[in-house]
């Protein structure tokens, strides 16, 4: 069932506190979902932590990320790193842009690459791509604040689920609120346990075929329904 308006910016403060509550967001990143009655808008908070982020907080943005209605607020400097995303990709409805300090160590090498070795980080996809921008725009700010490198970044994620910003983050993508909160978290829990095996020895990861099946079978309404109940209530917003 299609969700309201209403309920969906409901859902995306949500959002920003689960993901601040689980470690994936701290006082930086930025959660974004699209407009549920227009394909060519989003919304995603001003400029502020997700932790403290409510509903007075949210603005609409056209996909060249340009607010609608700035309110008088100052929106985030890499609000167009959502809009390009929605406008390269129609199928995703939800964004996230976070430093979880769990993932930043597989942005900060060039040899080993953040792959799923869990059945609940099979919605990764399979090894995380690293998008590094220096390749097209040589030193910058490392902020993706502008059309060129927002639209570089979203062909860096191509048709997948996530992609890391080298020496800055990661930026997770998918049909949803609950889909792209379950890819974040599952991300940082990943890097968590594939960094544990490592130092352990090798570590045995999912298969091709396993990480598809798994993906497919974890992105469906019964298990993303019971992890965003989960979720909710360890942020304070669950219910009897």
């Known amino acids: 069932m299609k969700q309201d308006l209403y309920g969906m910016l409901g859902d995306l403060v949500i959002a920003n506190r689960i993901l601040a509550h ?3 967001l701290d ?4 959660v974004a979902v699209r407009h549920p009655d227009r394909a060519d808008r989003f919304f995603v908070s001003r400029s502020r932590s997700p932790e403290i982020v409510t509903r007075d907080d949210l603005l609409e943005f056209t996909l060249d990320g340009v607010p609608v209605d700035p ?3 100052r929106p985030y400097l890499e609000s167009v790193l959502h809009a390009r995303i929605f406008a390269a990709r129609p199928d995703v409805q939800a964004t996230v842009h ?3 300090p769990a993932v930043l160590p597989y942005t900060v090498i060039d040899y080993v690459p953040l792959r799923p070795v869990f059945h609940m980080a099979s919605v990764l996809g399979g090894p995380v791509p690293v998008w590094d921008s220096r390749d097209e725009f040589g030193d910058t700010n490392m902020l993706i604040d502008d059309v060129p490198k927002a639209d570089s970044l979203a062909r860096a994620l191509g048709g ?7 020496n800055h983050g990661a930026t997770c993508a998918a049909h949803s609120l609950p889909a792209v909160v379950f890819v974040s978290v599952r991300m940082k829990d990943n890097a968590e346990l594939q ?3 490592m130092a352990m020895g090798k570590p045995r990861y999912l298969t091709e075929g396993e990480t598809r099946m798994t ?3 974890l992105m469906g309404e019964r298990p993303l329904d019971r992890a965003w109940s989960y979720w909710r209530a360890r942020a304070g917003y669950g219910g009897i």
Request: a neutral charge; charged letters at 25%; hydrophobic letters at 35%.
């Open 160 to 166: 997948g689920t996530s992609v890391l910003l080298r």
């Open 22 to 24: 689980e470690g994936v």
């Open 195 to 197: 960094s544990r095996a």
């Open 27 to 30: 006082d930086f990143g930025h």
């Open 215 to 217: 993906a497919e079978m």
């Open 71 to 73: 309110k008088g607020l």
């Open 98 to 100: 976070h430093h979880s």
